[in-house]
T-cell receptor
Framework: GQQLNQSPQSMFIQEGEDVSMNCTSS?????WLWYKQEPGEGPVLLIA?????ELTSNGRLTAQFGITRKDSFLNISASIPSDVGIYFC??????????????FGTGTRLTIIP | DTAVSQTPKYLVTQMGNDKSIKCEQN?????MYWYKQDSKKFLKIMFS???????INETVPNRFSPKSPDKAHLNLHINSLELGDSAVYFC?????????????FGPGTRLLVL
């Protein structure tokens, strides 16, 4: 099945720095989602994007739906220790049963250096 | 109140055993999912049920058998456990509706097969 590639794979940044990560696909998506998974927990939805070119914010987080519909970007401004975790992009695809399923990206692991 | 709960949180067992993981959601959602997250943190869908009916089966070995006694519960039974089954298994739920992409994940069940 289609895999969503995220870069970078991991990031080590100082508290207070801004963070940028992206997600790319070889096929078009009509929806892009960004999830965060904290250690020992399940993923939690941060931002959902439904339209090419859309720019959506959630506090210090901003995500963009790429114009080509094959990529998406997530930025975090002024990082704080609680931003630590793995960030996943995800997009709906049609499963082999003909129903919609979510395909997740390979993840970007964010570590904050105090 | 816990939205999506899973039991047990940790499961250590011997190869060849049969085990079950339980999931319950109190959100009134009609769709539930099982995901597997491997040691590299790749998150992949296994099954989905909508109102007790199987709607997604991602070519998972038939040693894995999901069961949904009602729309608030989705259990996963695994026969003849193998070393490669070691992973974190996440349950999730969602209300199937356009532009309602949020899937709520449980805390995960960490399965270790020895």
């Amino acid at each position: 099945g289609q895999q969503l590639n995220q870069s970078p794979q991991s990031m080590f940044i100082q508290e207070g720095e801004d963070v940028s990560m992206n997600c790319t696909s070889s096929s078009i998506f009509n929806t892009w989602l960004w999830y965060k998974q904290e250690p020992g927990e399940g993923p939690v939805l941060l931002i959902a994007l439904y339209k090419a070119g859309e720019l959506t914010s959630n506090g210090r987080l901003t995500a963009q739906f790429g114009i080509t519909r094959k990529d998406s970007f997530l930025n975090i401004s002024a990082s704080i220790p609680s931003d630590v975790g793995i960030y996943f992009c995800a997009g709906p695809q049609i499963s082999n049963f003909g129903n919609e399923k979510l395909t997740f990206g390979t993840g970007t692991r964010l570590t904050i250096i105090p | 109140d816990t939205a999506v709960s899973q039991t047990p949180k940790y499961l250590v067992t011997q190869m060849g055993n049969d085990k079950s993981i339980k999931c319950e959601q109190n959100l009134g959602h009609d769709t539930m999912y099982w995901y597997k997250q491997d040691s590299k943190k790749f998150l992949k869908i296994m099954f989905s049920y909508n109102n007790k009916e199987l709607i997604i089966n991602e070519t998972v070995p038939n040693r894995f058998s999901p069961k949904s006694p009602d729309k608030a519960h989705l259990n996963l039974h695994i026969n003849s456990l193998e070393l490669g089954d070691s992973a974190v298994y996440f349950c999730a739920s969602r209300q199937l509706r356009l532009y309602q992409e949020t899937q709520y994940f449980g805390p995960g069940t960490r399965l270790l097969v020895l």
